[in-house]
T-cell receptor, first 115, second 114 residues
């Protein structure tokens, strides 16, 4: 059965700290890995990673995929209270025939950044 | 910012009532989804659609039904609400079947069935 596992499930840090969130996957016909940030309601898209070893960056956030280890990490440097959220990792498989499969989500990592 | 809308945002209703959760997107996306999310738990896919007149059941069994008569509209209906249906329902959309793009999420509907 396809699954995505995130760790830690919960993390409390202070402003200015750097955090690393982990995501591992076991997915048949894996195509890409996505990271989302969920504050209160709707998840908002952060990154989509398809190639191994290529870092994607957006401000203080960065992420990289390791297809050999079937994992990805999300780094946040110089954390701020506004980074407090649940960070979701999701694997996107490819269906037979090449069409896009449905996302398989992990449980998320709840990050709390204290002032 | 993604243009995907859900109404109502919050709904408290009694057992046995029929309810419809609305979801609309103005991006012309072919694929749409409904997820159910309990507090502290992962998102579970309950329905999805590849396009007009296409609906499929997701990984999590659900007593709800969906329809897709128009590209932009993907409502979810519960014929007889029960307390076990209390949850957050998130609607999402993505571009199409043969393109690999992220899903855009609506703001969600928090449903409470008494």
């Amino acid at each position: 059965e396809d699954k995505v596992v995130q760790s830690p499930l919960s993390l409390v840090v202070h402003e200015g700290d750097t955090v690393t969130l982990n995501c591992s996957y076991e997915v048949t016909n894996f195509r890409s890995l996505l990271w989302y940030k969920q504050e209160k309601k709707a998840p908002t898209f952060l990154f989509m990673l398809t190639s191994s070893g290529i870092e994607k960056k957006s401000g203080r956030l960065s992420s990289i995929l390791d297809k050999k280890e079937l994992s990805s990490i999300l780094n946040i440097t110089a954390t701020q209270t506004g980074d407090s959220a649940i960070y979701l990792c999701a694997a996107l498989p490819m269906n037979y025939g090449g069409s896009q499969g449905n996302l398989i989500f992990g449980k998320g990592t709840k990050l709390s950044v204290k002032p | 910012e993604a243009d995907i809308y859900q109404t109502p945002r919050y709904l408290v209703i009694g057992t046995g009532k029929k309810i419809t959760l609305e979801c609309s997107q103005t991006m012309g996306h072919d694929k749409m989804y409904w997820y159910q999310q309990d507090p502290g738990m992962e998102l579970h896919l309950i329905h999805y659609s590849y396009g007009v007149n296409s609906t499929e059941k997701g990984d999590l069994s659900s007593e709800s039904t969906v329809s897709r008569i128009r590209t932009e509209h993907f409502p979810l209906t519960l014929e007889s609400a029960r307390p076990s249906h209390t949850s957050q329902y998130l609607c999402a959309s993505s571009v199409g079947r043969r393109t690999y793009n992220e899903q855009f999420f609506g703001p969600g509907t928090r449903l409470t069935v008494l």
